[in-house]
C-alpha cells in the first residue's frame, strides 16, 4: 500500500514472493542482479519482471529482454584518495572473505615469487571467514604462508567496517582480485576509484580497462589460478616506475566516476522505473 514499484535486491526469491502482491497493488516490480550465478529461481523471476538491472553483461548470464545493463553503484567521493606515492615496500592489497572462491593462495604464492626475486612485497589481507569450512581453509591459509616464510610478508587483517575500507587502499600501492566469482567485482572498482592500479583475473574487468589501450590493459588482467602470470604482471609494473602507476591510477577513476558512480546509477534506476 502506499509503493509504486518494487525493486527485488540480488535474491530472485524476493521478485518472486514480490510478484503477487506486487500485482494486486498495481505496483511495478524490478530486479537487480549481479553474480554469475544462474539457477531456476533467477529464469523464473525474470520473465516476471519489467526490467532485470545489471552492472554487466557477465554480471547476468541469462538471455532476456528484461535486461538493463546500468554500471556499478561505486560511492567514488568516498574512495577520492590521492595517488600512493610508492616509496618504500610495495603493499598490495586483497579485500574478500577468505574462502577458496576469493582464491588467497594463488595471491601468496605470487608474492612468495615476487619476494624470491628479491622485491620488497607485502600483502594485506581484509577479510574473514563465514562458514565453519572457512575456518578450515585459515588453516590452510595459514600454512602456505608458513610454507613459503611469508610470516613476515602476509597480514590477515580479518574483517573490518566497510566506512574503514579506504584506509586500507590509502595504505597500499596496488590492489589484487584473483576471485573467481565472474560478475564485475566492487572491490576493483573503489580500488580505480581511489586511484589504485588494480589487477584482476575477473573475465568482466578486460572490457572496462580496453580504453587504457592493449598494453595497460593485458598488464591488469591475469588467468584465474596462475599465481606466476600475476607476479609478473605486478613485477611489470612495478618496473614501469611510479610516475606510469599514478597515471594509470588516475586513468582508471575517470573510468568509474564517469560508468559507475552512484549518483549516476541511482538517477538511471530512478528513470528506468519511472519510465
Aim: proline share 4%; net charge negative.
Amino acid at each position: 500500500g502506499g509503493f509504486d514499484a518494487v525493486l527485488a535486491h540480488m535474491v530472485p526469491r524476493y521478485a518472486l514472493v514480490a510478484a503477487g502482491p506486487a500485482r494486486r497493488a498495481h505496483a511495478r516490480l524490478f530486479l537487480w542482479y549481479t553474480h554469475k550465478g544462474v539457477d531456476a529461481r533467477l529464469r523464473k523471476a525474470v520473465t516476471l519482471v519489467e526490467k532485470t538491472f545489471s552492472a554487466s553483461e557477465e554480471s547476468l548470464r541469462v538471455d532476456t529482454p528484461t535486461r538493463v545493463i546500468t554500471g556499478h553503484g561505486i560511492d567514488t567521493d568516498h574512495f577520492d584518495l590521492p595517488a600512493s606515492d610508492y616509496t618504500g615496500p610495495t603493499v598490495l592489497l586483497s579485500v574478500g572473505r577468505l574462502t577458496p572462491a576469493k582464491d588467497p593462495m594463488t595471491v601468496i604464492r605470487a608474492v612468495g615469487l615476487l619476494r624470491a626475486q628479491g622485491r620488497d612485497v607485502v600483502l594485506d589481507w581484509v577479510g574473514g571467514g563465514l562458514t565453519g569450512s572457512d575456518v578450515g581453509f585459515a588453516d590452510e591459509v595459514r600454512a602456505l604462508i608458513a610454507e613459503l616464510d611469508l610470516a613476515d610478508s602476509v597480514n590477515l587483517l580479518g574483517e573490518i567496517p566497510y566506512a574503514q575500507v579506504d584506509e586500507r587502499f590509502a595504505a597500499c600501492d596496488l590492489l589484487v582480485n584473483a576471485s573467481f566469482t565472474g560478475s564485475v567485482d566492487k572491490v576493483v572498482l573503489e580500488a580505480m576509484a581511489a586511484r589504485r592500479p588494480a589487477l584482476s583475473c575477473n573475465d568482466s574487468f578486460p572490457v572496462i580497462f580496453a580504453e587504457l589501450g592493449d598494453d595497460r590493459a593485458d598488464d591488469l588482467v591475469f588467468p584465474q589460478g596462475d599465481a606466476e602470470v600475476l607476479a609478473e604482471r605486478v613485477a611489470t609494473w612495478l618496473d614501469r616506475g611510479p610516475a606510469e602507476l599514478v597515471r594509470v591510477g588516475e586513468d582508471l577513476r575517470t573510468i568509474v566516476v564517469r560508468d559507475h558512480g552512484v549518483e549516476a546509477l541511482c538517477e538511471r534506476l530512478c528513470r528506468e522505473m519511472g519510465a
